[in-house]
């Protein structure tokens, strides 16, 4: 399986953007995905996840009521529409794959993430 994250660049302060992963590989449609980013000096934390088979979504909390993961599981993509940017979105943002069943509880835990895609960077200037 292969990711490859596309989409990010410049905007200003409350423009929006869409990132998109592109899924290559077998099985995809049993594996759940999920958006992580990574600003210079912090940890990768979650953006926003959708699972497999149900599609049920998950959002970290400074990305709720912004950001909207989707799927396209004929094209094999999941898109990530990031609406009303702030200058703190700013950072390199990561498409993954989980083999497993993806939960509430799990969903942003980088360790459990079988395929990672390289980063695509998005910089929100103020």
């Known amino acids: 399986v292969q990711l490859q994250a596309s989409g990010g660049g410049l905007v200003q302060v409350g423009e929006s953007l869409k990132l998109s992963c592109e899924l290559s590989g077998s099985g995809l449609q049993y594996l759940s995905v999920a958006w992580f980013r990574q600003a210079p000096g912090k940890e990768r934390e979650g953006v926003a996840g959708i699972g497999s088979g149900d599609g049920r979504t998950y959002y970290g909390d400074s990305v709720k009521g912004r950001f909207i993961i989707s799927r396209d599981n004929v094209k094999n993509i999941v898109s990530l529409q990031m609406n009303s940017l702030k200058p703190e979105d700013t950072a390199v943002y990561y498409c993954?794959?989980?083999?497993?069943?993806?939960?509430?509880?799990?969903?942003?835990?980088?360790?459990?993430?079988?395929?990672w895609g390289p980063g695509t960077l998005v910089t929100v200037s103020s």
């Open positions: 993954a794959a989980l083999k497993i069943y993806m939960t509430e509880k799990y969903w942003s835990l980088t360790s459990l993430f079988d395929y």
